[in-house]
Antibody, heavy 121, light 112 residues
């Protein structure tokens, strides 16, 4: 069974940093791309980052470019999102989501349950 | 970015009735080289992540009941539930993946 489990969320002050983890099982990270998608009441669902199965292709949404860094460790079956210079509008539930095919489809067949990040002083 | 809009914002239907929701993209999301529309539909229930229902605008995901169907092309798309069941109460979201992925705001479905 495919599973993705996020962790690392919490309360952080503006300009602070947080590192999210996504532990995966039931599939091989080197076969599928993984994305981070966030959801807030104000903005709805927002795709924020992508890492290819090979790890060599990475994309970011403009809203997080230069502040967030996606990475992965295939041996640990984990994908990470390092978030720096956090702002109030980064407050959201953060999901990791797996692509639907081994050829980077960008539709998401499997999602984690999400981890809440709250940016507030 | 491609902007996705959905209508209506919410919909109340009786059990067993047909429900239809619309999704519109700000630009064409039909890729001419493969004749595929880069459009997915998700169902999201409170406190849960989205669940994929439809991709390539009309391909049903494995395990999704056949009362769910998707149609449309170019910029205008429709999700239809042929006979609404109680468990279909949720928010339905469309997503384009032609460019950087973007999602619509969703249509909330309730039982009348």
């Amino acid at each position: 069974e495919v599973q993705l489990v996020e962790s690392g969320g919490g309360l952080v002050q503006p300009w602070g940093s947080l590192r999210l983890s996504c532990a995966v099982s039931g599939f091989t990270l080197s076969d599928y791309s993984v994305n981070w998608v966030r959801q807030s009441p104000g903005k709805g669902l927002e795709w924020i980052s992508y890492i290819s199965a090979s790890g060599t292709i990475i994309y970011y949404a403009d809203s997080v470019k230069g502040r967030f860094t996606i990475s992965k460790d295939d041996a640990k079956n984990s994908v990470y999102l390092q978030m720096n210079s956090l702002r109030d509008d980064d407050t959201a539930v953060y999901y990791c989501a797996r692509d639907g095919s081994t050829t980077s489809s960008f539709y998401y067949t499997h999602w984690g349950q999400g981890t809440l990040v709250t940016v507030s002083s | 970015d491609i902007v996705m809009t959905q209508s209506p914002d919410s919909l109340a239907v009786s059990l067993g009735e047909r429900a239809t929701f619309n999704c519109k993209s700000s630009q064409n999301i039909l890729y001419s080289s493969n004749n595929k529309n880069y459009l997915a539909w998700y169902q999201q229930k409170p406190g849960q992540p989205p669940k994929l229902l439809i991709y390539w605008a009309s391909t049903r995901e494995s395990g999704v009941p056949d009362r769910f169907s998707g149609s449309g092309s170019g910029t205008d798309f429709t999700l239809t539930i042929s006979s609404v069941q109680a468990e279909d109460v949720a928010v339905y979201l469309c997503q384009q993946y032609y460019g950087s992925p973007t999602f619509g705001p969703g249509t909330r479905v309730d039982i009348k």
